[in-house]
């Protein structure tokens, strides 16, 4: 096995050096780390001061992700479904430099009803749509294939309601005491432009954004690619990158279920880079 993944990477790496790159099917990953990278590289900062949000945090995947790269970077992570956020919890006892919060990001303070599914993964807000195109192609036996293994399986029906208290990273950057964020992430099953809303006041002094944007009519409602580019323009950001282009599992159709995104502020990267 250890051969079998040596070779892999030798001619992965041979691929790259010309020009190329191997994708799993339906699956397109451009690197989402290697633009964070260069963007932060060009202003110099120190990964000891590197402020990272990770909103809809899961398990913390993404945690992970950003660890490979910025070890001593300071990470806020929220998430709301209680059982899945003491697997959470788990790695902020290893992590002095990773603080977790156990509620939803949204426009208002409040509380919200939650739905909770049989994969964690598709939590949201928003219900998940059983009668939808998106839930049928994403169920058939090679769509199922392709489910993500890394997100914690529970026991309960599709939609099982809670109620879910709910702040607005606006409020909550404030009572941190947060200056310059340098990496917003959102992954909330079509909750983002909500999370976007409520960081009114946080957005002027963030450097990168990615989110997740869906195409499909996986939940009964979903932000559009057209509301948040527009939001995002009146705080100066601009589409940077699409590092991950995700399709739904089956041949008979090529249709992109969604997509990652990634927005730049340049008044703030220019700015940064200057000084």
């Known amino acids: 096995m250890f051969v079998v993944r040596y070779m892999k990477k030798i001619i992965k790496n041979l691929l790259y050096k010309r020009g190329y790159q191997i994708f799993r099917q339906y699956y397109y990953d451009f690197n ?19 402020k990272v949000l990770d909103v809809g945090a899961n398990i913390g995947q993404s945690i992970d992700r950003f660890r490979k790269y910025l070890p001593d970077a ?44 049989p994969d964690s993964g598709s939590n949201s807000f928003y219900q998940l749509n059983l009668d939808g195109d998106a839930f049928r192609l994403s169920n058939t036996d090679e769509g199922k294939k392709n489910h993500n293994s890394t997100t914690l399986k529970e026991k309960v029906a599709f939609n099982t309601e809670v109620q879910i208290p709910v702040d607005t990273l606006n409020n909550v950057c404030a009572s941190e005491g947060m200056g310059r964020i340098d990496i917003l992430k959102i992954d909330t099953q079509g909750f983002e432009l909500e999370v976007l809303k ?10 990168i954004v990615e989110a997740e944007v869906m195409f499909s009519d996986a939940y009964d409602r979903a932000s559009s690619f057209g509301e948040m580019e527009s939001l995002m323009r009146d705080f100066g950001f601009v589409v940077w990158e699409i590092p991950y282009i995700g399709k739904f599992a089956t041949e008979d159709i090529n249709r992109i279920n969604f997509i990652d995104i990634q927005f730049v502020n340049i008044p703030l990267l220019e700015k940064l880079s200057a000084a």
């Open 32 to 50: 989402a780390d290697e633009s964070i990278c260069k963007i932060l590289s060009r202003i110099k900062t120190d990964d000891k001061t590197v």
């Open 74 to 117: 300071i990470i806020y992570s929220f998430e709301p479904n209680p059982n899945t956020f003491e697997k959470l919890m788990k790695k902020q006892a290893n992590d002095s430099n990773l603080r977790c919060f156990n509620f939803g990001v949204g426009s208002e303070k409040g509380v919200l009803p939650f739905f909770i599914n």
């Open 198 to 207: 409520g960081a009114s006041n946080i957005l002027p002094n963030t450097l």
